[in-house]
């Protein structure tokens, strides 16, 4: 409660950590990928190491504030962080990777559907533009009539070439 992506954090880098360390994973080629919170957890993550040579965030909340006010279940920010945005904004922000958006390094693609409602593409917008200004190697997947998480098996399709690229444009061997 009132933790996100800080103990979750610690937890998936140790299991990274156990993972090269039984070499399993090669350090020097790392990715990380997720969507909805697993979105919401690679967008913290690149804003708290610089370890992983590509990211891909699909469907994140990047800023908790504006997700409270723009997402179809506004008390579910509040029911872990016991207080609106306007109450205590500390805590939404202290959260949210756009206000970390400075410390980001890894490149990363941004995926997102337009109809959105659990996430709204915003989120996704927000924090595309965060680490464009930045100069960050970033790039926006627009996923048309897509709700949370692509459903139309040609879209499916174009997302997972999308992410295979991207992955493999940054990890390949040097």
């Known amino acids: 409660m009132g933790d996100w992506g800080v103990a979750d954090f610690e937890d998936l880098m140790k299991g990274v950590d156990a993972l090269v360390e039984r070499g399993i994973a090669d350090s020097d080629r790392l990715a990380v990928s997720g969507w909805s919170y697993g979105g919401f957890m690679t967008s913290t993550i ?22 409270t006010g723009t997402t179809d279940i506004p008390d579910f920010s509040r029911s872990y962080f016991r207080k609106w945005p306007w109450e205590d904004a500390t805590a939404y922000v202290d959260h949210s ?64 070439e999308w992410i295979f690229r991207w992955t493999e444009k940054y990890t390949r061997g040097r």
């Open 97 to 160: 990777a756009l206000f970390r958006a400075g410390s980001v390094k890894t490149p990363s693609l941004v995926v997102h559907g337009d109809k959105d409602d659990r996430v709204p593409i915003g989120q996704g917008y927000e924090f595309y533009a965060a680490l464009r200004a930045r100069g960050v190697p970033t790039d926006f997947l627009v996923l048309p009539r897509q709700p949370h998480g692509p459903r139309e098996p040609k879209l499916l399709r174009t997302c997972q």
């Open 46 to 67: 690149v804003t708290k190491t610089d370890r992983f040579k590509a990211a891909i965030v699909g469907a994140a909340v990047t800023n908790l504030a504006s997700f």
